[in-house]
């Protein structure tokens, strides 16, 4: 039943990154505002796979994961206060990319999940 799940939040988060692409590919009219939207639904929808996965599996790429995606924050965060002319243009790039390699390292491990899954005997 563990590796059903698996499966079927990994499709879905594969199906809502590929939605969110196709939405700014389709109407490319301010692409950075759609981008940046977007990266917001991917994220939220992360966080609760994330929670879905460390409640299900466990795996040294969870900590990875959390403490990769804390970092990434903190560096925006110390970027933003000390950037001497308030570059947002930089903290916007860096965000964007940083999001996007999130993404699809969150994917990736996802679908390594699936392929090194061992079930338990009480499964």
């Known amino acids: 039943m563990k590796l059903k799940i698996l499966k ?3 499709i879905f988060q594969t199906l ?3 939605a969110g692409l196709i939405y700014i590919f389709v109407d490319y009219d301010q692409a950075i505002a759609k981008f940046f939207i977007v990266l917001f639904f991917v994220g939220v929808s992360n966080i609760l796979g994330f929670l879905l996965r ?12 959390f403490f990769g995606v804390i970092l990434f924050f903190v560096i925006i965060y110390f970027t933003a206060v000390f950037s001497l002319d308030s570059n947002r243009d930089l903290i916007f790039y860096f965000m964007g990319i ?3 390699l999130f993404n699809m390292y969150y994917i990736a491990y ?3 999940l699936i392929e090194s899954y061992q079930p338990n005997i009480t499964d």
Do not use: R
Request: charged share 10%; net charge positive.
């Open 8 to 10: 079927a939040e990994t």
């Open 16 to 18: 809502v990154s590929f």
């Open 54 to 65: 460390v409640l299900i599996s466990k795996s040294k790429f969870h900590q990875y994961y």
């Open 98 to 100: 940083g999001g996007v």
């Open 110 to 112: 996802g679908f390594h």
